[in-house]
């Protein structure tokens, strides 16, 4: 334990980054999502926001890192009573909806590779990080609505794709902030590209080849996520996940055409409207 956190300190390990659900390429508990199950999706989006907060400070140690996410694991299995808010907010919803705290714990265990993993080698290796750092996320979800879990094959998918995209919109900025890369090293070297090339003002020819190689993993990816909303039982909840379908295909597509080492790539108004619209089509 890393000083200063004894084990029932009340102090909180947690330091919010200032981002909130609003920054997120996707929505978090909108207003489809039904009132009384909105508040936890929130504490379990809280919970995930302050993890990944720790896990990229580049204020904090490796071993400071791993100390405070402990922390919130034995908050959120009620092994002690204070040290995370974000926690003990998810551990009460966890109480209230009757739902398992292993999706929880599994985001733990990203955001502890994180702590101390910089690079990946390969596609597989990084998709089987986002088995820990994405997908639990939709699982929860999904569970919250008491879905089969025949949606979890393609809630998988979708939640996959999305991490990944967030790589390729963040490549420089996690490079130059953290020193960490998630493009795999094998198709790097495979086009003749070094990590340094991520430090230029534009995308060279190779790195461009690599973003569009990755991007066609997202792409498979995501063919097999739109059977997503027409497996969700729930009404609200199958039209969230057919905009969450259709702003995965957007930022898909934005990152094709745009170089996101010139400028940040995003989604705009106008592709979160015509997500929505889109969507409509799910409403029987």
């Not at 379990?44 to 140690?61: E, H, P, T, V």
């Given at each position: ?160 794709a999305l991490q990944v995209l967030n790589h390729l919109q963040d490549c420089q900025k996690d490079l130059l902030q953290m020193d960490r890369c998630y493009l795999p090293a094998d198709l790097l070297a495979a086009h003749g590209v070094s ?90």
């Amino acid at each position: 334990m890393t000083e200063g956190l004894a084990p029932e300190a009340s102090d909180s390990v947690e330091s919010w980054s200032g981002k909130d659900r609003g920054a997120e390429n996707f929505p978090v508990g909108s207003a489809l999502i039904a009132a009384r199950l909105r508040p936890h999706v929130h504490a379990f989006y809280g919970y995930a926001r302050n993890a990944d907060d720790i896990a990229d400070s580049a204020a904090l140690a490796p071993d400071d890192k791993i100390a405070r996410l402990d922390v919130m694991q034995a908050v959120l299995r009620g092994e002690r009573g204070g040290g995370s808010p974000s926690a003990a907010g998810l551990r009460a919803s966890l109480a209230a909806t009757g739902i398992t705290a292993q999706h929880a714990l599994e985001l733990l265990m990203a955001f502890r590779q994180d702590a101390v993993k910089q690079r990946y080698a390969t596609w597989d290796e990084l998709l089987e990080y986002c088995r820990y750092s994405a997908m639990p996320v939709g699982r929860h979800v999904l569970d919250l609505h008491g879905e089969r879990r025949d949606t979890w094959v393609a809630s998988d998918a979708l939640c996959a794709a999305l991490q990944v995209l967030n790589h390729l919109q963040d490549c420089q900025k996690d490079l130059l902030q953290m020193d960490r890369c998630y493009l795999p090293a094998d198709l790097l070297a495979a086009h003749g590209v070094s990590i340094g090339d991520l430090r230029a003002s534009a995308a060279s020819p190779g790195l461009r080849r690599v973003l569009d190689a990755l991007l066609g993993q997202c792409d498979a990816l995501n063919a097999t996520a739109r059977d997503l909303p027409r497996r969700v039982r729930d009404r609200r909840l199958r039209l969230e996940t057919a905009v969450i379908v259709g702003l995965a295909h957007r930022l898909a597509a934005r990152l094709r055409r745009f170089d996101p080492l010139a400028a940040r790539v995003k989604l705009t108004k106008g592709d979160a409207l015509a997500s929505v619209a889109a969507a409509l089509r799910y409403l029987p």
